[in-house]
Every structure is written in structure tokens, then in C-alpha cells.
């Protein structure tokens, strides 16, 4: 599970896994805030292939992808 402290110290360059597991690493982040539920949330951009990017969100008490 993903703890909210995961969440508050994502930053730019750490390597987290990506939607189909694989740790890629974090280039930008877009957003980060509370969910109605008083759940933090962020919204970033990891490396993707060789030059390109993909969205993610990584939400607290969500399930680490594998």
C-alpha cells in the first residue's frame, strides 16, 4: 500500500514503478493535493521509452503496482 508519506516525498528523479511495474524514473511533477476522502494524491510524468513520457498518479492507500 502506499503510505502518505510516499506521496509528500515524491519528487523529480526518484524512481517509482510505473503502471505495468517497471521502476522508471519521476520528470515532472504536475500537481499534488488532498482527495475528498482526505487523501494525498500526486500528479506526474515518468520517463517512457526513449525520449517520451507518461502520465501516472500515485494515491495514498492504493495498491503498488507490480
Do not use: W
Amino acid at each position: 500500500m502506499i503510505t502518505r508519506e510516499q506521496v509528500e516525498n515524491l519528487k523529480v528523479d526518484d524512481v517509482v514503478p510505473n503502471m505495468f511495474g517497471s521502476p522508471k524514473k519521476v520528470t515532472k511533477i504536475t500537481h499534488k493535493g488532498l482527495d475528498v476522502n482526505n487523501k494525498m494524491f500526486a500528479c506526474y510524468y515518468q520517463e517512457f521509452g526513449e525520449v517520451g513520457e507518461m502520465s501516472a498518479v500515485m494515491k495514498e492507500g492504493e495498491e503498488t503496482p507490480r
